[in-house]
């Protein structure tokens, strides 16, 4: 089991930068793949970006140059840097862990942590 516990969200003007962290516990956390997702109301949750266990990224289109994850292992947390920032950002934000152990995929979610940018 993994425990997830996002930070970092809240209320930010268009243009503005905000830092997500998520917190995990409960397990091995550098044999996990990360990833963080976000979803808007009305919408589906979608993948905004991921990091391997071994550091390979990768981004939605519409946050490639502006986003950037990172993960810590010696701290346990996968950090989520939002620069530039537009309107349709606004989403509650999920930290997602995941790895596959023979055939068995095993998936956890945290809470989630609103995003807003508005003026």
């Known amino acids: 089991q993994v425990q997830l516990v996002e930070s970092g969200g809240g209320l930010v003007q268009p243009g503005g930068s905000l830092r997500l962290s998520c917190v995990a516990s409960?397990?091995?956390?550098?044999?996990?793949?990360m990833g963080w997702y976000r979803q808007a109301p009305g919408k589906e949750r979608e993948l905004v970006a991921s990091?391997?266990?071994?550091?390979?990224?990768d981004y939605a289109d519409s946050v490639k140059g502006r986003f950037t994850i990172s993960r810590d292992n010696a701290k346990n947390t996968v950090y989520l840097q939002m620069n530039n920032l537009k309107r349709e950002d606004t989403a509650v934000y999920y930290c997602?862990?995941?790895?596959?152990?023979?055939?068995?995929?095993?998936?956890?979610w945290g809470q989630g942590t609103q995003v807003t940018v508005s003026s």
């Open positions: 409960g397990s091995i956390f550098s044999m996990y793949h």
């Open positions: 990091i391997t266990t071994g550091d390979d990224t």
């Open positions: 997602n862990a995941n790895r596959v152990v023979t055939i068995v995929k095993y998936v956890y």
